[in-house]
């Protein structure tokens, strides 16, 4: 049997297009949750209770490759924020960590909790994942490199800043990076 990937891709992503594509096409086989029409604050905690029963209920083990790219990295700490101390190995591609505004020009968003994780992290009560690591631009103003370092060296995930890129990673260094990681994971197990 191929590796099994928990895979959320970012709002409006599909697990079957884009980057859930290109992993399938290297024979991996993706399941996970899309969000098509986004999270909005009023479902928000629907869609994290659905990722939290996801993860308890098919994917709570050494073995589980956990893979997030920005909002369905956010719905994912949200929902490990909710649970025990995560068994299996998580990787978030530009992940969104709460509030964020533009320095360049105007613009920004809060999604829902938007403090909660931060806030977590800071108090040292996020429940952190056996094993975490983080991949986000220079560049991305969704996804504040600063800000993924700090977390990163609070919770003792490898984070990698990637040099020129902004919120979208080259799609090579990205599948590199994956293939990496999985590697690992599987090497760990």
């Not at 649970?83 to 613009?107: E, H, Q, T, Y």
């Not at 977590?120 to 952190?128: D, N, S």
């Amino acid at each position: 049997m191929s590796q099994r990937v928990y895979y959320l891709p970012g709002r409006g992503g599909h697990l079957n297009q884009g980057l859930g594509a290109a992993l399938q096409s290297k024979g991996l086989q993706i399941v996970g949750r899309e969000l098509p029409g986004g999270a909005d604050a009023g479902g928000f905690a629907t869609h994290v209770d659905a990722v939290a029963a996801d993860l308890q209920r098919e994917h709570w083990h050494r073995e589980s490759v956990v893979l997030a790219n920005s909002f369905g990295a956010y719905l994912l700490l949200h929902a490990l924020a909710q649970l025990p101390p995560f068994v299996g190995n998580v990787l978030l591609l530009s992940p969104i960590l709460g509030m964020v505004f533009r320095k360049d020009a105007p613009g920004g968003f809060v999604p829902p909790r938007a403090r909660k994780i931060l806030a977590m992290v800071e108090a040292g009560t996020f429940p952190v994942p056996r094993r975490c690591e983080i991949h986000v631009g220079s560049q991305d103003w969704q996804s504040d490199p600063q800000r993924a370092l700090a977390i990163g060296l609070k919770i003792g995930a490898k984070v990698n800043v990637v040099p020129d890129q902004g919120h979208i990673l080259e799609r090579s260094y990205t599948l590199t990076a994956i293939d990496s990681w999985i590697n690992e994971s599987i090497s760990l197990q």
